[in-house]
């Protein structure tokens, strides 16, 4: 990582939120300067922006003094993208037309290398001809776009639209996508995710603790590398993930079904999903009293879903999860080759820093030929850049 990122905040409502921006990307590990329009600080100020990035924030009025080159020119040359957030109509105009006379058009027209916009509107601005112009007009040149997404208008009374700013944590998302390299682009993804759950009754079941954390992160990784995604996932609490298809299921059986439906296109099979393993041999349409006395489960199994797409695999790349409460890498060997793998994420969900549900893990790959390979302990998100580039080695070897 370590990217650095001008945030240049505009003279919109929403500019109250720019602090919260540049707080989440330095906790993502970005470096982060400030830019503010002298109209933004009427929605912020300075000193928070000051406080939020740890920097002094570059304005107009220290636009023109003297050090060396004018700062616009450094500010261009220093960042690595320039995260307009929020963004104005006037400021998507200006930049469309080259209309450098502020410092944040100055800033982009004097050789901003990426540029992300937020805007932040309310819909009729959003909407009107002459702003969806500029926004063909800068994509065209090949400038990039977070939202708005629809919801409340800052001003009391406004109605809801389209033309509110991206969150700031989903912010986040979005530069990470912007900055990450293309290099799985043209490849198409099946992931799956999460637990599923097998019914014994309408409200009874039998599952695992599995976050879909892992799944997600994987999805998101290579969507942001270029992929086209399809993630399959069983019930879980997390959001949908922009710009990757998300087919929710909730049995073994229907993310077998949502699988196969989706593998034929796929390059790439990432099993992440805890699938369960047995599943009550019937479910009861109604809820079942308690008795009070003992009883015995009927369960019979499901079907391995992995290791059925091995016998299908063709050119694929196909990676399965391995969970141990023990040593396990005979085991997850063993798996590998039963299953043909390329590979195995072997991970041990009984140590505080990998347990279910949280946001580290430790893996290591296993390989069919014996090699084995450790990813160390890392958040989710680096551990699936991580398989990707072993995933992108896999596709290397075949050609
Ligand atoms: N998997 C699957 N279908 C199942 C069970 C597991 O596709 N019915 C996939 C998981 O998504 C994961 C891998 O297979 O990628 C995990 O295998 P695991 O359940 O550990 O393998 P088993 O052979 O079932 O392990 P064990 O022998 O411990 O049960």
Redo the contacts with the bound molecule.
């Keep these: 990582m370590g990217h650095r990122v001008l945030v240049a905040v505009g003279g919109g409502a929403a500019a109250m939120k720019s602090p919260f921006v540049v707080r989440r990307l330095l906790e993502a590990g970005y470096e982060v300067r400030v830019l503010a329009s002298p109209r933004a600080l009427a929605f912020t100020t300075e000193t928070a922006l000051a406080l939020a990035s740890g920097h002094e924030v570059a304005t107009e009025t220290r636009w023109f003094e003297p050090h060396g080159r004018a700062l616009h020119l450094d500010l261009a040359a220093w960042a690595d993208l320039v995260l307009v957030a929020p963004a104005t109509a006037a400021a998507l105009a200006r930049a469309a037309t080259g209309l450098a006379e502020d410092l944040l058009t100055a800033t982009i027209v004097g050789g901003a290398r990426q540029v992300l916009w937020a805007p932040a509107m309310n819909p009729e601005m959003w909407h009107h001809p002459t702003t969806q112009a500029n926004v063909r007009r800068l994509k065209a040149l090949g400038h990039g776009f977070a939202g708005p997404v629809h919801g409340a208008m800052a001003s009391v009374g406004e109605a809801e639209g389209l033309g509110r700013m991206v969150e700031p944590e989903d912010l986040v998302a979005h530069v990470r996508r912007a900055l990450a390299p293309k290099d799985l682009e043209g490849l198409h993804f099946l992931i799956?995710a999460g637990p599923t759950r097998e019914h014994l009754d309408p409200v009874r079941f039998l599952s695992n603790p599995s976050s879909g954390k892992m799944g997600f992160a994987l999805a998101e990784a290579a969507r942001d590398r270029g992929a086209k995604v399809v993630l399959v996932s069983g019930p879980t609490a997390l959001p949908a993930p922009f710009d990757v298809t998300l087919v929710r299921v909730e049995s073994?059986l229907q993310m077998r079904q949502a699988v196969l439906d989706h593998f034929e296109q796929s390059d790439v099979v990432i099993?992440?999903?805890?699938?369960a393993?047995w599943r009550p041999a019937e479910k009861l349409p109604e809820k079942e009293a308690k008795s009070g006395r003992e009883k015995t489960l009927h369960l019979v199994a499901?079907?391995?879903?992995?290791?059925e797409l091995g016998t299908m695999k063709a050119g694929r790349v196909l990676v399965?999860?391995?969970?141990e409460t023990g040593h396990g890498l005979e085991?997850a060997f063993a798996?590998v080759k039963r299953?043909n793998l390329d590979f195995i994420c072997l991970n041990h969900p009984t140590q505080p820093e990998t347990a279910f549900g949280g946001d580290t893990n430790r893996i290591v790959v296993v390989f069919p030929d014996g090699r084995t390979e450790s990813l160390g302990l890392a958040s989710k998100r680096e551990l699936a850049d991580r398989i990707l580039d072993r995933v992108r080695g896999s596709i290397q070897q075949r050609v």
Excluded: E, H, S
């Excluded at 499901?302 to 290791?307: G, R």
């Design positions: 799956t073994a099993m992440a999903a805890a699938v393993d499901n079907p391995d879903i992995l290791a399965g999860f391995a969970m085991r798996k299953k």
